[in-house]
């Protein structure tokens, strides 16, 4: 039986990642003659040829790319049960909700409010995360549950359930040759710049890389891009910039996830919880404004605050 270490999968999909030696050496903090010894290794012992190489370029081999497929869920595998199996012995675990800075719909305080009835209900830690990060972190087990949007998000390997579904936004300056809209469809956005988000692979995207909604509404005012977004994250909508709901484009959804090998009761009381939160979507009219000087306004569910959450 052929056996890898996690250390030289970490170091294989380092290389698999960077596709140059250096870099990934740098990344790994070890000499790049060892980690070309250690691949080498590698190949010897499977028997076949992971990456292609030349003076001036490395690339992956058929084998590479199957290597790298799985060796990437093998790792995160291995994390999710090193995790669980701490976790599971720590009366005091807490939870961990990860998600995008405001992408929540505006269901968390609710969430949290019915999750605090649960008579089994433990502390929440919100983990604030990048648009690449979300899935990662939870098929690797350091975040148990996540609020993501399909089809943005990458669901491979979780479980999910539906909380919310909303229709697109389409957000453009305020000088914008279709500011005077109602409504736009795709067909109308063909030739516009759309944001590259950092981190995920893939997209239209031709434009500037950006991170956040908050690095995308800059661009948009200054006039460098537009933006596609789920209704949510756009409403209401910063001074300087029109909302613009895409009547032909597939519909966003909100949904729950967690590792689909994670059978936890600490996981299944936070979905039904969420579950019991959920709501019906919203109508699909202009998108509001926000009125100079003023931002959006929540109201905290009574007995939000027994949730004992805390923000990192």
Not at 122 to 137: K, Y
Request: proline share 8%; aromatic share 4%; charged share 25%.
């Amino acid at each position: 039986m052929i056996e890898l270490e996690t250390r030289e999968l970490e170091y294989f999909l380092a290389v698999a990642d960077e596709l140059h030696f250096g870099r990934a050496a740098a990344r790994l903090s070890i000499a790049q003659p060892a980690l070309s010894k250690a691949i080498r290794r590698i190949e010897d012992r499977l028997g076949v040829a992971l990456f292609v190489r030349s003076s001036r370029h490395v690339g992956l081999t058929p084998a590479g790319e199957a290597l790298r497929e799985h060796g990437r869920h093998a790792l995160n595998a291995v994390s999710a049960a090193v995790q669980s199996a701490r976790r599971a012995g720590d009366a005091g675990t807490r939870l961990r909700l990860v998600l995008k800075p405001g992408g929540d719909a505006g269901l968390l305080s609710g969430i949290l409010a019915a999750y605090a009835q649960q008579p089994d209900a433990r502390q929440v830690d919100i983990l604030f995360s990048g648009p690449a990060d979300r899935s990662d972190l939870l098929r690797g087990g350091r975040a148990d549950v996540g609020l993501l949007y399909v089809p943005f998000d990458d669901l491979d390997g979780l479980d999910h359930e539906t909380l919310h579904c909303e229709d697109r936004v389409a957000v453009v300056p305020a000088g914008h040759r279709l500011a005077g809209h109602a409504a736009v469809r795709l067909s109308e956005l063909e030739g516009e710049t759309l944001p590259r988000w950092k981190g995920v692979p893939g997209g239209d995207g031709t434009g500037p890389e950006v991170t956040d909604v908050v690095q995308l509404f800059q661009m948009i005012t200054v006039g460098r891009m537009i933006g596609v977004l789920p209704r949510s994250l756009v409403e209401p909508v910063p001074d300087g910039m029109v909302g613009l709901p895409v009547s032909d484009a597939p519909p966003s959804r909100l949904v729950l996830a967690w590792n689909a090998r994670d059978r936890r009761p600490l996981v299944a009381s936070f979905v039904a919880a969420a579950l019991r939160s959920r709501r019906p979507a919203p109508g699909t009219g202009p998108v509001r404004e926000t009125p100079p000087g003023t931002g959006p306004v929540r109201e905290t569910p009574p007995g939000a605050d027994r949730s004992g959450a805390t923000t990192r």
